[in-house]
């Protein structure tokens, strides 16, 4: 017995092999194509092409079962699912002087933002969808502020602070899902940046996951949790931000960021960029000779 997103126990026949082979062909498709992906995003993926059914059940034995039997065995790389959610401090250290001249001089850059007429930052609900906008908030330059649910205070009181600190119109995106407490940790975002830098000139919008998006993409949805205590003044189901293909997040926050990008600034800033770092690159070849 299973339960599915519906509600009610539905009865499964067991899936032979080649059904099953199936469903790994289906994954390194859908993996081949886009990738790091979530698990979550993974499901949502293959519940839309048909592959599995839309259950919590398919979602926990299938998907979660399946990757793990599939990274094992080497058939997905480790690589093309994220999880952002555990990691490691450790500060970075260098083997000798020439070294760390040499890493300096490969890793050089402006900050990005110093000859913009904005500052924008982009913010996340989940930590596991990180690495996704990474890849185009850190070219960029632009802050990437994960929220993991509801921020804390002191995380609200130090993002407003870098904000007062810049002294120039801010640009907040919010990337989060489409249920009571998602929406709700929209407002308390806003609301307590606001609070806390009450004299800055801030635009917060709200990028995904939206109403409009939900029907314009065909995103898949899941009953609105009944233990939601903001569940009474929400009507229809919920979505969750993994359920927007990777390739259109990455492309929503790109537009988000480019639309405030002065080009001949950035051009005069990059032509800087590679000046100083030949500089730092002559000055560890001097090092060594």
Do not use: C
């Not at 930052?121 to 690495?131: R, V």
Request: hydrophobic residues 40%; negative net charge.
């Amino acid at each position: 017995m299973s339960t599915a997103y519906g509600s009610r126990p539905i009865r499964r026949q067991r899936r032979s092999k080649s059904d099953m082979g199936d469903i790994r062909e289906e994954i390194i498709k859908a993996l081949s194509v886009d990738q790091p992906m979530t698990v979550r995003e993974l499901f949502y993926r293959l519940v839309s092409q048909g592959a599995i059914a839309k259950s919590e059940a398919e979602y926990k034995s299938t998907v979660i079962r399946l990757l793990g039997e599939m990274r094992r065995d080497g058939s997905v790389p480790f690589d093309w699912i994220a999880d952002n959610t555990r990691w490691m401090r450790k500060p970075r250290t260098h083997s000798s002087l020439e070294n760390a001249l040499r890493v300096t001089a490969a890793t050089y850059r402006r900050a990005v933002w110093d000859e913009q007429d904005a500052y924008i930052e982009i913010w996340l609900e989940k930590d596991a969808l990180a690495g996704v906008l990474y890849e185009i908030t850190e070219p960029w330059d632009v802050p990437l502020m994960v929220t993991r649910g509801y921020a804390s205070i002191s995380y609200l009181h130090s993002a407003a602070e870098a904000i007062r600190e810049q002294g120039k119109p801010t640009f907040l995106y919010y990337f989060g899902d489409y249920d009571p407490s998602g929406l709700d940790i929209t407002r308390a975002v806003e609301d307590g940046i606001r609070e806390f830098a009450p004299d800055a000139d801030i635009t917060f919008e709200r990028v995904a996951v939206t109403s409009e998006q939900i029907i314009s993409m065909g995103l898949q949805t899941r009953p609105t949790k009944k233990t939601d205590t903001r569940s009474r003044n929400f009507k229809g189901e919920s979505v969750e931000v993994d359920a927007i293909p990777l390739s259109a997040l990455r492309q929503l926050a790109e537009i988000a960021i480019t639309q405030h990008i002065d080009s001949a600034a950035h051009e005069r800033l990059l032509e800087v960029e590679q000046a100083e770092r030949e500089t730092l690159e002559g000055i560890a070849e001097r090092w060594v000779s």
